[in-house]
Each structure stands twice: as structure tokens, then as C-alpha cells.
């Protein structure tokens, strides 16, 4: 796994309504989320995750992007109370209490403006545009527990745009085959090369791939 930018940063930069215990806290998310990246795609070569990305256009940064050849995941990492959370009728709620903030869609916005960016990068690299037509982003929320109390069960949990995961001993194996691990990806270069010019801290990438 090839790794870049800081997860959390933002939330360390950052002034105003994130300052204090609800930067803090969503640090320690974004920080438990990239241990488990570490734990799923720590030993495939082929995987590339870039943390804390700007998309143009999205109001927040994304706390995740893992890239696989043309598969990409975008990940928000999530404390949330413990308890079970369920969905019906469109209307999230944890045990009998509704929770509206589960039901936001803002995820999917930052996918569709990361696939805009993608398509861009075929216009302008024909060598890469035949691949697109196998193109695949996934929006997952992954949800972490916000203190000790219980765990976050999200089994029955339809978030309105993408998947869910709860953090535990079962989500980097769900995350390896939500991405498809297996066999070598087209090569992806002017891809990763696009998608790391959205890191706040810039460092270098040598993308596999031209």
C-alpha cells in the first residue's frame, strides 16, 4: 500500500466550529480509519490511498480516496454513538431515536465531483480513456464508536448514498472486497497524479503507470 497526505489535517489546521473536543474527535476517527486502511491494503502493492483530499467544488475535504487501478473508494470516517442504527422509509434512526445527520447525503456530491475530475483527466490523456468505461467509485461511510459504552452496529443502516461499514474485526476484510484485491489493475498514473494534486501537503508520488 502507497500512502499520502496526513489523515486529519484538516481538522489540525482548521479554526472556528472544528476547533476543540469535535475536531478532536473526528481526528481520532480519521486516524482509526486509516490504521484499518493500513490493516486491508497494507500488503498490496497496487493500492494507493491519498488522505484528506480537497475536491473543487465539495464544501469539505474527503477523509479518504483508495485507488486500485479504476477502482476508487471514498471514505468519510465517522464517530458515532454506539447502538443500532436502521433505516426505513428513508428515515435513519438509533434504537427509536431519529438520527438525521446519518441520513445527509454529502458523500455522493464528493464522489461525483471526483469522477468529473477523473473524466477529465481522459480528455486530456488518451491513453487512459478507454479505461474509464471500467470506472468505479464507491461512497462508504465507515462508523467508529465515539466512546466505550458499546459498539455501532449498522447492519441494518441504508445510508442514502453508498455503504456502510461499523469498525471491528470484520471491516477490513469487507473494505479488501469492496475493492476487489485480486489480479494485477490497469495502470492508473495520470490518475494518481490528478487526484494528488488535492492534497493540502504535497509530497511526491511515483504513480506506477504512464
Not at 486516524?31 to 494507493?48: I, N, R
Not at 490523456?125 to 467508529?144: E, M, Y
Not at 489493475?185 to 511515483?206: E, F, K, M, W, Y
Request: net charge positive; proline share 6%.
Amino acid at each position: 500500500m502507497n500512502s499520502y497526505g496526513t489523515p486529519g489535517g484538516t481538522l489540525v489546521r482548521a479554526g472556528g466550529w472544528t476547533t476543540g473536543d469535535r475536531a478532536a474527535q473526528g481526528r481520532v476517527g480519521e486516524l482509526a480509519c486509516a490504521e484499518l486502511l493500513g490493516q486491508a491494503f497494507s500488503a498490496d502493492p497496487d493500492v494507493y490511498v491519498l488522505h484528506d483530499l480537497r475536491i473543487p467544488g465539495y464544501q469539505a475535504n474527503v477523509d479518504h480516496v483508495v485507488v486500485r487501478g479504476f477502482h476508487i473508494l471514498v471514505i468519510d470516517a465517522k464517530q458515532w454513538k454506539p447502538g443500532l442504527y436502521w433505516t426505513m422509509g428513508g428515515t435513519t434512526r438509533r434504537g427509536r431515536e431519529a438520527v438525521p445527520h446519518a441520513d445527509k447525503q454529502t458523500l455522493a456530491a464528493a464522489a461525483r465531483k471526483l469522477r468529473e475530475r477523473i473524466l477529465a483527466v481522459g480528455d486530456s490523456t488518451p491513453a487512459v480513456k478507454p479505461h474509464l468505461a471500467g470506472l468505479r467509485i464507491d461512497a462508504v461511510t465507515v462508523v467508529f464508536a465515539s466512546n466505550d459504552n458499546g459498539k455501532v452496529n449498522t447492519t441494518l443502516y441504508r445510508p442514502k448514498d453508498g455503504t456502510a461499514i461499523a469498525a471491528g474485526p470484520r471491516a477490513a476484510g469487507r473494505l479488501k472486497k469492496m475493492l476487489d484485491t485480486t489480479g494485477s489493475p490497469a495502470p492508473c498514473g495520470p490518475i494518481l497524479r490528478s487526484l494528488h494534486g488535492l492534497l493540502p501537503d504535497q509530497t511526491t508520488v511515483t504513480a506506477h503507470g504512464r
